[in-house]
């Protein structure tokens, strides 16, 4: 029937075209990151900083900062180890922000259930209340 648009298969499409979409961002995601990062994960960059970014970290007195100078702890951090400590950020946010997306796929999911069994609850219900009266009306 043209216009009808409460059809099962329609449901389906739009859970299915949720879960491409989420596909795509999670795939587009972890690409932008691997080029960001060079395929590295957020336990293999290294860690120079403090933890606001500014300094270069007091827990160690003299180390050797990722742009390959000698640094002193609580001098401002280089060119270089900007970029490091930003790619860092990048990397630590990744998990959380692929988390989300997945919560958000789940509980679309488990509302459509939801929707449907009250669907068939109802419909059950319906049913039922037809058969018995039916069956008073034939006594």
């Not at 401002?76 to 997306?101: C, E, G, I, K, N």
């Amino acid at each position: 029937m043209i216009g009808r648009s409460s059809t099962p298969k329609a449901g389906l499409h739009a859970v299915l075209s949720l879960v491409v979409v989420v596909a795509v961002m999670m795939i587009s995601i972890a690409h932008h990151v691997d080029i960001a990062t060079n395929g590295k994960k957020f336990g293999q960059l290294p860690n120079v900083a403090t933890s606001d970014g500014k300094a270069y970290s007091v827990e160690e007195s003299l180390l050797r900062s990722t742009d390959g100078a000698e640094e002193t702890a609580g001098e401002s951090l280089s060119a270089t180890d900007t970029t490091t400590y930003s790619t860092r950020l990048v990397a630590q946010t990744v998990p959380s922000l692929q988390a989300d997306l997945m919560v958000s796929l789940i509980s679309s999911g488990l509302a459509t259930t939801i929707a449907g069994l009250g669907s068939l609850h109802i419909l059950a219900s319906v049913t039922l209340t037809l058969t018995t009266r039916m069956s008073v009306l034939m006594e």
